[in-house]
């Protein structure tokens, strides 16, 4: 019980520090709890908050534990056994949260590597500050602290080959894909929102296609239409069937775009323009072909998931692929310009359209790249590791398309990694970056990481000095 505050202080931090790491994702999570629970709140942000929260009150008490009190703040109510309870509930909800969501853990790893040249410096600043208070009071408290401040050095710089950003390569910044075009600026997967993806300057578009009932490749994310058209207020009756149980007019007379403007999912709509609201409200489900036309108008690049029709007796479920691949080709797109996921019908594809760049969208072997002709490979930011990312350019020649980003530290992160693409959830955030969140060299990195320690260490002394100078003085 007597190092309770330090061993609290430990485990908000850590928790703390993993919740900060996923916040790319939060929006999967805050989705995943509302089709559970059939609540709408942003859960994510809520448990940021609330470890926070754990990590001001785990400060206070080591504070406190330390000699150093805060008179302002009560800290009998932060005694012993709150923080056991307290401490319990963290390692609990840890435990809980990534047990169910265990793909995250990767994303934390990632983020450290990430951030750990930045880690290691600011370790090293803190323990020239810790010699300097604590470490001058014994010879062998000094010993043992610097004896400890070598193996934490030696550790940091024995996994800098996993640092992304520690390299010595020339690195491209990766291509950016508008994910369902811009969804911060407009409604998904409508013309207005790939609109806002060009002015946005993306590379490419990524999207989601699904066959209507009468044939017609149309973008939706979603199973059913409820979420993002007024489907409930047209075809009441209908509102829960999958979006290919309906004709392609039956489609155009939904108003796509409206439920943006009601629900505001991003934070945006409350500084648009009047015209810009109007125009939102204006929107319609768009046709693969518009997009494709689109895209060949503006020489972006295509990549989309396709589905098998989920509607019971749907007319185009063995054919889907062939419909989809049809309109393609009448759009008048460039076959280059096409990314094509992989899938069950490969060799029709490869038969009929042998311009499209093959894509596959989980980790393969050399035998499957060769038999499916790939060249590029789709996977989740956290599903691969920066140094599996080289070894397939340099054993398979296979670039790599990352989703779904919107952050800068996952963008930075793959742009570190040598990643050909990011599909983007905010393409005006990552456009607009113009080098990685930082980039050094290994002698670089040693050279600061060694002085940071030593400078850190002479400014004190001379603090020191010049204090008790002018104490004296």
Known sequence: MENISFIFFIVSTIFLFSWTAVANDYAIFNKTLHEVLHISMEFGEIILLLAVFTFSISVVCLLNQLGIKLSLLKLCLFGK????????????????????????????????????PIFHILFNVFAAVGLYCYGCKAYNLKLKFLLLLL??????????????????????????FGHRGNMKSAPENTLFAFQMADKSGVDGYETDV??????????????????????????????HLPAEAFTWNELQQLDAGSWYVHTDPYGTVRYMSENEKEKITKQKVMSLSDLAVRASKTKKMLIFDYRLPRAPNHPYLFNHVQVIVQALQKSGIDPKKVLWISGPHYQHVLSNAPAFVQVYGSHVSPVLVKRRKLKMLILEYNDITPLQVQDYLRR???????????????????????????????????GNMNSPMYLM??????????????????????ASSLFSWLHNF
Request: net charge neutral; glycine share 2%; with cysteine.
């Open 151 to 176: 193996v934490f050095n030696f550790l940091f710089f024995n996994f800098s080959d996993n640092y992304p950003c520690i390299t010595e390569r020339k690195l491209s910044k990766p291509k950016i």
């Open 441 to 462: 060299s290994f002698r670089y990195y040693s050279c600061i990481c060694t002085t940071a320690f030593f400078i850190t260490l002479f400014i004190l002394n001379i």
């Open 396 to 430: 398979d020649n296979l670039s790599m398309i990352l989703y779904s980003s919107s952050t800068t530290w996952t963008f930075s992160l793959a742009w570190c990694e040598g990643a050909n693409s990011m599909i983007s959830d905010d393409p005006t955030l990552h």
């Open 81 to 116: 056994n709150f923080q056991v309870i307290l401490c319990i509930v963290v390692v609990f909800a840890y435990l809980v949260i990534f047990a169910i969501w265990r793909p995250e853990l990767q994303t934390v790893l990632l983020f450290f590597f990430h951030f750990a």
């Open 210 to 239: 699904a066959i209507s009932y009468d044939g017609v490749p149309f973008l939706i994310h979603d199973t059913n239409l409820l979420r993002t058209t007024n489907i409930a207020q047209i075809f009441p009756d209908r509102k």
